[in-house]
């Protein structure tokens, strides 16, 4: 266990030190102190509390004011969680949930975000924010050691859904974002979401659908491994991580996350934003039963939606939205599908949707029933 | 003498088993320790048929029965462990599976190829004619654990989406949280007839079979049946059809549905 301590901190170490700018440009660690100011002392500022997902914190989806500082705190945590029934990791979380809590703001604002590293920690974290523009999208401004905190504030000036993640710098950066370090903010158009034709549309619930590809080495008698923490896990899992092929790929942190007892729910006539994020990994949502009325596939406001979608595409490292009226009552399966994934690896959700059967849109007009073999069936032949 | 016996045993049973043969052992059992077994007494139960029921086209509960056995049933008290089936695997006459090593585990990831395997083994080294249990012989032998299948759900119900969502959250709420370590057997304990470990965390397979029936208008009785015998019904915390060559149901399941924890199995005795 000593020598896997030794490789991760030596793992830092490296990913820190001025010899290793080959890597990669993200061991870059600035500040902008010495930059013009900028003075933002007549903005309003408002603080939110983030929720755990698939929740979102209450918010306007058009904005009734003009623009502020929105201030967010999120402290990051490393801990052992279940992914599975019989599989855990050495999690590293924004705020205790994998994936990290979804922010939402408006075009325009000032997003602020206090990023604590507790001393009980073991690591270096930081946090890149693809909405946000330069210093490797923050990363470079927010690298904290346990014990420290950072503020760093971006504007938020383009529509959209983004996915966040930890970046702290060469091999650190993939193994912290597949132990759970990633999350999404959206930034709406300050009036709000538009339909194909420019025309305002709204959602009356929001999930937002975090996916995760996990890689938990097995033992020789292949069962999942547990560790006594990150540092134990790194060799084993770096190992499964190169080879590609998750072990688990999970929506909300654990396969059965929304399923069961935490099924999502819903009502007929109502309608459901889907906010979908893999920070990662291409993913392909698919409503077993439903559809996309209006899909922003790459998540980005200023584009029109594609409509009527089956299927739609989330490229790893992207958040995309998707936006459906449920029209019939019955139990919905939200999955990735790949259905290997989906089935097998646990990226499955379900919605429960009361309401009451509309036999015009689907009706079982002949019920699964024996036929005479001899007489039925002729016509059908190819 | 003891052959005569067995031949006059065989003979009786002849007459209530549905899928054993009469046959004269050519020799000597080679497995003489056999499994602890419970006798559950003829006599009434209740019981609900086995998949999906309609009254014309809508799908209802089946009609909950109270049946009368003529017979009496007995049962392995603990389903089949990997230590007996490792024998059976051991002689090639059933294939290798999942072995967890605990002692006294059950055997699991096993699928009804695999059980129904077993049981013909068995049945040559002991002697004795021993198979799955039906459906309604797992219930039997259940006794107070057993989870009835009906919804509860009114069968003039007319919205689909109802029983839909009935069904999925009886479905979670019996299920609970899945347990996935295997225990040694006895871990669950044994109902008021003296049956261990049932509706623990393995499901049982059984002979039964899917059905397809038709239910009197007014919902009491099954008036027209047809088995689809590809899947078979298995039994635990709640009643799943399983494709036969599945061995682990967790990873056999479709898009909604909660499948079992393990598979597993035990067997009952005839004669």
Redesign the interface.
């Known amino acids: 266990m000593l020598t896997r301590r030794a490789t991760l901190m030596g793992a830092v170490a490296v990913a820190t030190a001025p010899l290793a700018i080959k890597v990669a440009a993200s061991e870059e660690v600035m500040d902008t102190s010495d930059a013009k100011a900028v003075d933002l002392s007549t903005l309003p500022r408002r603080k939110v509390k983030l929720v755990k997902p698939p929740f979102v914190h209450e918010h306007e989806q058009v904005a009734t004011s003009g623009p502020a500082v929105v201030q967010f705190e999120m402290k990051i945590i490393e801990k052992e969680v279940q992914i599975a029934?019989?599989a855990y990791l050495q999690a590293m979380t924004f705020n205790g949930s994998v994936p990290g809590p979804m922010m939402v703001v408006h075009e325009g604002d000032y997003v602020e975000l206090t990023l604590y590293n507790p001393p009980e920690n073991m690591m270096q974290h930081n946090i890149d924010f693809h909405a946000a523009t330069g210093a490797l999208g923050g990363g470079s401004l927010t690298l904290v050691n346990p014990g420290e905190k950072t503020v760093l504030r971006f504007k938020a000036t383009r529509p959209g859904t983004f996915v966040y993640h930890c970046a702290p710098g060469g091999p650190m950066i993939p193994w912290h974002v597949v132990s759970g370090m990633s999350g999404a903010i959206m930034v709406l158009p300050r009036d709000g979401l538009k339909d194909h034709e420019g025309k305002p549309v709204s959602y009356d619930r929001i999930f937002y659908i975090g996916e995760n590809d996990f890689y938990i080495p097995k033992d020789e008698n292949g069962e999942y491994m547990r560790f006594e923490d990150a540092g134990d896990s790194y060799a084993d899992t770096l190992e499964v991580m190169n080879g590609l092929i998750p072990t688990h790929v999970t929506f909300n942190g654990k396969v059965g996350a929304l399923t069961?007892?935490n099924?999502l729910t819903a009502a007929q006539g109502e309608k459901v934003l889907f906010v979908h994020s893999q920070a990662n990994r291409d993913s392909r949502p698919h409503l077993?039963g439903g559809h996309g009325d209006l899909v922003w596939e790459a998540g980005k406001f200023n584009n029109v939606p594609d409509r009527d979608l089956e299927t739609w595409f989330i490229r790893g490292g992207s958040a995309g939205a998707a936006l459906y009226e449920f029209l019939?009552?019955?139990?919905y399966?939200y999955?990735n599908h790949n259905l290997i994934e989906?089935?097998?690896l646990g990226a499955?959700a379900?919605v429960?949707?009361?309401?009451?059967?509309n036999n015009d849109l689907m009706e079982?007009v002949?019920?699964?029933?024996?036929y005479d073999v001899m007489h039925e069936g002729k016509t059908a032949l190819p | 003498m003891k052959s005569l016996i067995y031949l006059s045993a065989v003979l009786m049973i002849g007459t209530v088993a549905m899928t054993s043969a009469v046959r004269l052992w050519p020799r000597p059992p080679q497995i003489t320790d056999l499994p602890e077994t419970v006798v559950i007494p003829a006599g009434p139960y209740s019981y609900r048929p086995s998949g999906d029921f309609r009254i014309g086209t809508r799908l209802v509960d089946a009609p909950r029965e109270t049946r009368t056995a003529d017979y009496d049933l007995e049962i392995m008290k603990y389903p089949v462990s990997e230590t007996l089936y490792a024998l059976c695997v051991a002689d090639a006459a059933c294939s290798a599976t999942t072995v967890i090593g605990l002692l006294k585990a059950a055997q699991t990831d096993i699928s009804y190829k695999d059980a129904t395997d077993f049981a013909r083994w068995f049945t040559g080294m002991t002697q004795q004619t021993w198979r799955l249990p039906t459906d309604d012989e797992w219930v039997r032998a259940a006794g107070e654990r057993y989870v009835d299948a009906g919804l509860g759900i009114d069968k003039d119900e007319v919205d689909p989406s109802k029983r839909w969502l009935a069904n999925y959250r009886r479905l979670v709420a019996e299920r609970g949280d899945a347990d996935v370590d295997i225990h040694p057997r006895g871990h669950f304990g044994v109902n008021e007839l003296g049956v261990s470990d049932i509706a623990g965390n393995v499901w049982e397979w059984t002979e039964s079979c899917f059905v397809n029936g038709k239910v009197s208008e007014d919902g009491s009785r099954v008036i027209e049946q047809t088995n689809y015998c590809g899947v078979r019904a298995v039994q635990g915390k709640h009643r799943a059809f399983i494709i036969d060559f599945v061995r682990d149901a967790k990873v056999g399941g479709c898009a909604v549905g909660i499948p079992p924890d393990y598979l597993g199995f035990r067997l009952v005795r005839e004669g």
Do not use: R
């Open positions: 029934d019989d069961g007892d099924a077993i019939q009552p019955g139990v399966a999955v989906a089935v097998n499955t379900h429960l949707v009361e309401g009451e059967w079982q002949v019920a699964p029933s024996e």
